[in-house]
Each structure stands twice: as C-alpha cells, then as structure tokens.
C-alpha cells in the first residue's frame, strides 16, 4: 500500500507530520458530521474529499455500517488514461516543478 501524505509531502513540501494531522481533523469532521445526520434522522451521510472523490456511508443498522467511493469524473479519467495509456503523472508534475526549480536557480545565478 502506497502512503499518500508521504508523496503529497514531497510534491507539497508540507511535513508529513503535518499532513497527518490534517488526517486526523478530516476524520473529527467525518464523525462530527455523521452525529449531527443522526440527529437529523438520516441514515447515510456523504462527503466530497478534495473534489476526487465523493464517500458515502451508510449506518441505517449500526451493526452493518456501509462504505461506498465514487471518483470524480476527473480522477476516474486520470486512471483511466493511467491504467490504459500507461502514463505517470506523478512523474511528469515531478519533472515540471525540477524544471521549473532548475530555471530558477539559473536565472539567480546568471
């Protein structure tokens, strides 16, 4: 299994620590939002994570609580292209930002 926060860190320059943990906070609102459902009456509450993903989930019986992940139209799309085209896009914005990194220790230096 691939750790997330540890390649986010390195494309964000945010520490890891730090990233999980804003983890933690998401989870505190999951759970918050989740209580106040109940209250409402609901039995399934929904989240939208980072505009990739949508997460439902469902607690209509409390000894079967249920999970479901929809993407995006966009992260589906980049799988997709992924999967068949066989591309890297952790790759290609990995070599954009050392470019651009690159260009600008040229230009200070010059």
């Known amino acids: 299994m691939i750790d997330v926060n540890q390649d986010l860190s ?6 890891k620590k730090t990233l999980d943990k804003l983890n933690d906070k998401v989870m505190y ?11 409402d009456n609901k039995t399934m509450s929904e989240f939208n994570f980072f505009d990739l993903f949508t997460l439902y989930i469902k607690y209509e019986n409390p000894k079967e609580i ?9 992260l589906e799309g980049n799988v ?16 954009t930002t050392l470019a651009k990194k690159f260009d600008e220790i040229y230009k200070n230096i010059c």
């Open 66 to 74: 249920r999970y479901k992940v929809i993407p995006n139209e966009n």
């Open 80 to 95: 997709a292209k992924t999967v068949k085209k066989k591309l890297n896009l952790f790759e290609d914005v990995l070599n």
């Open 10 to 15: 390195t494309l964000t320059t945010i520490p």
């Open 29 to 39: 609102c999951i759970c918050q939002t989740i209580q106040e459902d109940i209250l």
